[in-house]
């Protein structure tokens, strides 16, 4: 099966606490985590997305680091992590590149932890990884989750992650990583 997965961690356009359009920061440890979680599961490209030029520059001093800097000789491993991350300014960035790269726009798979109507369940997103010939874009949100106006624009709107217990407040970093193993399992890709 040809590599087509990428995924999306969204910081702009985010829902506040107060139901505003926010963007929030990025933090080291998604930066990190989730580059390991996708290299892992052989994600082709995991972007970062903040209209914000001075989060930007944080992210890319941190990959300078890793990539180019001390820590590339440091830890290797995660010189390798990092080789698939990249920060982009909007969603709509992502969507062009990965359709200049792939020569199809990705179909778009919406997640989040709020029960919502006409979710696709994890063994149905499955199906549709094995089989769809478009490449497929997973969207992640930070905050207090992505708006609206993102997910009427995706194709797929992914069944929220249910442990045993009424409390479902997972980091994103631990979302991620548990949705591509539910979603690629052991599965070559």
């Not at 995991?46 to 300078?64: C, G, P, T, W």
């Not at 979710?119 to 478009?134: C, L, Q, Y």
Request: hydrophobic letters at 40%; glycine letters at 4%; a neutral charge.
């Amino acid at each position: 099966m040809l590599n087509k997965l990428y995924v999306a961690l969204i910081h702009y356009p985010i829902v506040g606490k107060d139901d505003s359009i926010i963007s929030t920061a990025v933090t080291n440890l998604d930066i990190h985590d989730i580059s390991r979680s996708c290299r892992t599961y052989n994600i082709k490209k995991f972007f970062m997305v903040s209209n914000l030029s001075a989060q930007r520059e944080i992210v890319k001093r941190v990959f300078r680091y890793w990539k180019e800097g001390f820590g590339k000789k440091h830890n290797p491993n995660r010189n390798d992590a990092l080789s698939i991350a990249e920060i982009r300014k909007y969603l709509e960035d992502v969507i062009e590149e990965i359709t200049e790269i792939e020569g199809k726009r990705p179909k778009l798979v919406f997640t989040s932890a709020k029960p919502r109507e006409k979710e696709i369940s994890f063994d149905e997103m499955k199906k549709v990884i094995r089989e769809e010939t478009a490449p497929i874009l997973i969207l992640y949100g930070t905050g207090w989750g992505m708006p609206e106006e993102i997910r009427e624009i995706c194709d797929y709107d992914l069944d929220p992650i249910r442990g045993k217990a009424e409390f479902n407040h997972l980091s994103v970093r631990a979302a991620v990583a548990i949705s591509l193993d539910r979603l690629i399992g052991e599965e070559t890709i």
